[in-house]
């Protein structure tokens, strides 16, 4: 079975979520990123959300996560809990 790791910022709005990928796609950090903005708990360690499998998270994280680049911040992604852009770190 497939796994994969990544981190995220979870932020309220999706204009807040496109400034904050624009600041990291002009060389911002994405983990300071994350604990400055994020209103997820990962947010302490830089957004780390560690390794997980297929059915972990939410159906829309999935989604990117399992099929989308490796490397690349993609987002925003709308769930319930808000707008996140999320990194994938590794997938294999």
Same mark, same amino acid.
């Given at each position: 079975?497939?796994?994969?790791? /990544?981190?995220?910022? @979870?932020?309220?709005?999706?204009? !807040? ?5 624009? +600041? #990291?796609?002009?060389?911002? =950090? *994405?983990? !300071?990123? /994350? ?8 947010? /302490?360690?830089? $957004?780390? @959300?560690? +390794?997980?499998?297929? $059915? ?5 994280? =999935?989604?990117?996560?399992?099929? !989308? ?11 319930? *809990? $808000?707008?996140?852009? #999320? !990194? #994938?770190?590794?997938?294999?």
């Amino acid at each position: 079975m497939s796994s994969a790791s /990544a981190r995220h910022i @979870l932020v309220g709005s999706e204009e !807040e979520c496109n400034k904050l990928k624009s +600041e #990291i796609e002009n060389g911002g =950090d *994405f983990g !300071e990123s /994350a604990k400055k903005h994020s209103k997820c708990p990962s947010g /302490a360690s830089g $957004g780390d @959300l560690g +390794e997980f499998r297929p $059915g972990q998270m939410v159906p829309e994280f =999935d989604k990117v996560v399992f099929n !989308e680049e490796v490397g690349k911040v993609h987002g925003p992604v709308k769930t319930s *809990f $808000g707008y996140h852009l #999320i !990194e #994938i770190t590794s997938r294999s």
